[in-house]
């Protein structure tokens, strides 16, 4: 206690941007391995070294001690390795700053085509559903795919609801893997996809779903599976799946996903904006018109 007033002496502008900057560090950490098996291992890991530390200090023990000061060092090569996918997926994110680039021109084309894209997925889906064919569509955003798609049979076709139904149709030779989309064209089919291994996956699911989860855990894509057991639909996003979906809530969640449902939010706000001086504009003129017609009656 007695420290107290002499931390509050030293604590200027420099020691708040320090405190506030290494604080903003673990908790953007933090927030990239929430929901993912990092969330586990960190957990474990605090655990492990408290319960460590803790006894070798309560109980004085001097082995501990010196083979913890001389592996806790050996964590900073470790952490990098253990948490390597979490790592290049808070860096992927921290690097997407083409969207700032782009021309209002390019963004409006992408954003047509993703609009075309995610309609006709959409209605290849619940038809898919309806006939319990098994399907993994993945949609590409800024993490490139092309690794993924180099192991597939090529196709750079136009995506159409038609192309995505005969392809996942059952015993077709492209059927058991993955599409892979970029814009509104299929860039590969057939495709295969690393596997989750997340633990906190329930074991009724099967191949199709671990690898749309493992190819979001990998990346910043989406990726839509339609069950062959069920024929139910789910989205898998940032390791994490959404299940049970109708064709509507799949369309809602794949425009808010690939952030077109807030562009065309601010688009109409800003369309609102820009007719409401006009309709301002006319009110008052309408006004004015009325009340010239009326003010002869109203003499006579």
Same mark, same amino acid.
């Given at each position: 206690m007695p420290e107290l007033p002499w931390i509050f002496t030293r604590l200027d502008l420099r020691a708040l941007v320090d405190i506030l900057s290494v604080a903003l560090i673990f908790y953007w950490l933090l927030w990239v391995a929430q929901g993912t098996r990092a969330a586990q291992l960190i957990r474990g890991l605090v655990i492990l070294l408290g319960a460590v530390i803790g006894a070798a200090n309560l109980f004085q023990l001097v082995a501990l001690n010196w083979l913890l000061s001389v592996t806790l060092p050996a964590l900073i090569v470790a952490i990098p390795i253990v948490f390597q996918p979490e790592l290049r997926r808070a860096l992927e994110r921290l690097g997407h700053t083409g969207a700032w680039l782009r021309s209002p021109l390019s963004t409006s084309n @992408? &954003?047509?085509?993703?609009?075309?894209?995610?309609? &006709?997925?959409?209605? =290849?889906s619940a038809q898919l559903a309806r006939l319990r064919? $098994? /399907?993994?569509?993945?949609?590409?955003r800024e993490t $490139? #795919? @092309?690794?993924? =798609?180099? %192991? $597939?049979i090529p196709l750079d076709a136009t995506l159409t609801r038609q192309l995505l139904i005969n392809v996942f149709f059952p015993n077709s030779p492209l059927h *058991? $893997?993955?599409v892979i989309v970029r814009g509104n064209r299929i860039i590969a089919a057939g495709c295969v996809l690393p596997l989750s291994d997340n633990v906190a996956i329930e074991s009724q699911l099967g191949t199709r779903h671990r690898a749309g989860i493992g190819i979001t855990e990998e990346s910043d894509a989406v990726a839509v599976i339609v069950s062959e057991e069920t024929g139910q639909i789910s989205v898998a996003a940032n390791g994490r799946l959404y299940r049970n979906l109708d064709p509507e809530? #799949? %369309?809602r969640i794949l425009r808010s996903l690939l952030r077109? &449902? %807030? @562009?065309?939010t601010g688009m109409r706000l800003r369309e609102r904006a820009r007719q409401r001086p006009r309709l301002a504009e006319g009110g008052q003129g309408e006004q004015v018109a009325e *009340?010239? /017609?009326r003010t002869p009656t109203q003499v006579g």
């Open positions: @992408q &954003e047509a085509e993703l609009s075309h894209a995610i309609e &006709e997925i959409t209605r =290849a064919y $098994g /399907a993994l569509i993945v949609i590409e $490139g #795919l @092309q690794d993924y =798609a180099d %192991r $597939g *058991d $893997g993955a809530r #799949l %369309r077109l &449902e %807030r @562009q065309a *009340d010239s /017609a």
